[in-house]
Every structure is written in C-alpha cells, then in structure tokens.
C-alpha cells in the first residue's frame, strides 16, 4: 500500500500521533495565560540565554533548520541555548508565541544529530498542542498522568523522524537518562530492553502510573517498534516495514498494563496532561561500557 506524503507539519504530528494522545481543545481564557507565561519566558531567555543563529551558534541554527525542515515548517522556531548543567529541554507555547530552549548541559551531552532528535521531541509538543492541565488529587490525577505519558509517545516519534533514524533518537534518550557521553557509551538496543522482561512477577508496579513520563525501557521499545513500520519508514522515505496499525495495536496494549492497569481497570476514559519537558525520572539501564 502507497502512504502518501503529509502536506504540512499539522498533518505530519497527526500521522503519528499515539492513539491514546487525545487532543482536547484549550479554553480561551488558559490560552491567553498561556501566552502570558510564554512572552514572560522569552524575556527571561533573552535576558540570561542566547538565541540560536547563524552566527552565534552555526551547528546547532543549521540543525534546527534541518530539522524545522523535516517537521515540514517553513521557518524555524525560537530556540535558546541558557546555562545550566542539567539535562533538559523544554518548549511552550502560547496563541502567538512558541519558544524552546536547552540547558549548556544537553547541548554538550549530545551530538549535534542527537541534538536534533531533542529539538524535535519539542516541535512535537507544540505541533501536537500539548499543555498543562491542572487538577486534584486521587483518580483524576491518575488520568491526568496517563495522559501525559501518552504525549510522550508521540513526540518520540517525531524525535525519530526529525533525527532521521530511530538509533540516533535512541541514543539521544540513553544520553540523557544516564548523563554519560560518548566516551563512556555505546549503543547496544537489544541489551537494554532485556529491562522490559527482567520485572519480577511479584512486583509492585503502580507506582508507575503516578509518573508523567514513561519508564525508559518502554520508550526505547515503542520508538523501536514504530520504527519498523511502514508508516515511519514512508515518512523517512523508503518502502516496506509492519502494518502501523499492528504495531500500534500493540503498544496500546503494554502502555494500558503500566501501574497494572491502574486507569484501565477504573473504567473511565482519560483526562488530557501533557508536559513539556524531556527530563524523565531516573531509571536504571544496561548499557555497554568503553574501557
């Protein structure tokens, strides 16, 4: 079967948009904080960080503009590089405005392709027009939080199409989670989702569903599994790879287990929380060390 091409970036977020990403529509008046919170951090940005350009930071503007090209955007978004030596990424977005910004810890972390697989993890968040939902305790929280860790999935796929290969998207996240560089790591995939069979059956896992992202052998093991689909595979343009809706068919169904199927089992549809930021909680993993 022919996959057509996606016209422009909203259609390209909506192609891989995970099933259990749902969009909800902002009410006016949290659109407008929204663009308060999001001019008043622009400022903050253009007062302690610097604005990616051509000049001032050459490999990282041409990056973003790879990038933004791939996403299908015309021009590229606002992206500011700020001090700080923690690993993180953020974006927001308001109803005119929509900034990004890395700390000086992940950009000399990563590569600049690796790099690029963060930026669009973030352009993800703004084409999928996720945002923060505020609410109470107990189930709604629970929601809330599936919610979240929903979003993720999506945006890293768009990570994997806006890096250009599923490895370096991978190799991105497996930076970040363990703060080791390239002198220290290797890649070595089918090693570390070994963590996804190592649970004990005895387990308590529901802490899980009190997270709002996704522990990191799932993720590596979603973005490896929507990889080889023919969807991702035409949007990288080649042929072949697994029906999507088999293999979306099947992440479903490992991401409604995690906490034990602690919103599943209530039986209400899920509220809308998405976060906006890349950080992940901690989580040990099996890698490969260099000697």
Sequence with gaps: MTIDAPIDHNELCARVRFRHDVLTKVPDDEIIERERFTADRIAILQSMGIRVTPTLTPGIHAKLVDVCGRMLLSDPLRLYIEADPEVNAS???????????LTSGLANLLTLDEMGAVIGHELGHIGLQHAHQRVEGGMARIFVLESARAAEVSCDRISIIAAGKCRTAVSAMLKISSG???????LDVDAFLTQLAERHAEADMEWEAMQDHLVLPFRVWAMTRFAATDLCIALLGGEGGEPFEKVEDEISTRFKTIGAGLVAHQGFPARTFHGTSIRQGSCAIALKSLH
């Excluded at 974006?91 to 910004?101: E, F, L, Q, R, T």
């Excluded at 080791?180 to 290797?186: E, K, P």
Aim: glycine share 12%; net charge positive; proline share 0%.
């Design 91 to 101: 974006a927001m977005h308001g109803g005119k405005h929509c900034v990004m910004s």
């Design 180 to 186: 080791l560089n390239a002198h220290h790591l290797t």
